[in-house]
């Protein structure tokens, strides 16, 4: 499905930035795997492909453009192209809306929303740049994780579900602005997903309510599905949305939260 195709991943160290990844190898993908952690992402690709012949990891905070750029670069340099892009940093503040501090929203705009804004215009550049005189081979395809809490807005993550709202209505402007360029924008959103950071949301709310962590993580999957859901699920959609058989699919944000969500 992903044959040739060089996606790059952001957050690729775990939970479902190592699931796409996984996904998108098994599927054919040549990767670029960026995350603050470069033990993290050196792990993935050792993980999924041992001999390293279509794996690149490269350590790179997505608030930092010059950084975004390198690894663009870099990953060009090394498979000659990028033609589709997931953006899956991302960072989360548990606290309620009355007494958290400003910075942990300002942290989490900045990873969630500026940093995804600021991968997709640098990776969109090249999309366009890359394709021939006659206009073969430009374009893309951009996958933006944003979460079913853009649209329910759970309590005590105000600044998590402000951004990613931001990230699904980012998505749908992105996409009507570059499909004259080849570009096609989706979003998914994931929930219930067996990740560190349901851990964390897990141990925040324990820490309060005296519960022990991982009975209440156990508790934290999708109704119908009746267990959490994997990465490497989440990350199937997202391959899928990365290929050329999700054409007629356009400025979408897709649940995968296993039915949770109704819109």
């Not at 160290?13 to 040549?30: L, V």
């Not at 979460?147 to 402000?162: D, I, L, Q």
């Amino acid at each position: 499905m992903l044959n040739n195709r060089t996606i790059l991943i952001t957050g690729a160290g775990q939970g479902i930035g190592r699931g796409t990844a996984e996904a998108a190898f098994d599927a054919g993908a040549r990767l670029i795997l960026t995350d603050l952690n470069l033990e993290a992402i050196e792990a993935t690709a050792r993980l999924i492909d041992p001999e390293g012949d279509r794996t690149l990891a490269i350590a790179a905070d997505v608030t930092d453009k010059a950084a975004v750029a390198a690894a663009v670069e870099r990953g060009v340099e090394r498979f000659r192209r990028l033609d589709g892009l997931v953006n899956n940093a991302g960072v989360l503040a548990m606290g309620s809306a009355l007494h958290s501090p400003a910075r942990d929203l300002d942290r989490q705009l900045a990873v969630n929303v500026q940093g995804v804004a600021t991968c997709c215009r640098i990776a969109a550049r090249q999309m366009i740049t890359q394709g021939g005189d006659d206009g073969q081979d430009r374009g893309g395809a951009i996958v933006n994780v944003a979460s079913n809490a853009g649209k329910v807005g759970y309590p005590n993550m105000a600044g998590y579900n402000a951004s990613k709202a931001a990230v699904i209505s980012l998505t749908r402007s992105l996409a009507a602005e570059w499909a004259e360029h080849g570009i096609n924008v989706n979003a998914v959103c994931p929930g219930g997903v067996e990740t560190p950071m349901l851990g964390e949301v897990a141990a925040w709310i324990a820490q309060r309510t005296g519960d022990d962590p991982g009975e209440l993580l156990a508790t934290m999957t999708p109704a119908q599905l009746g267990r959490h859901i994997q990465p490497i699920e989440v990350g199937r959609v997202i391959v899928f949305l990365l290929s050329t058989q999700a054409d007629i699919i356009r400025g979408q944000a897709i649940n995968v939260d296993g039915g949770d969500t109704p819109y």
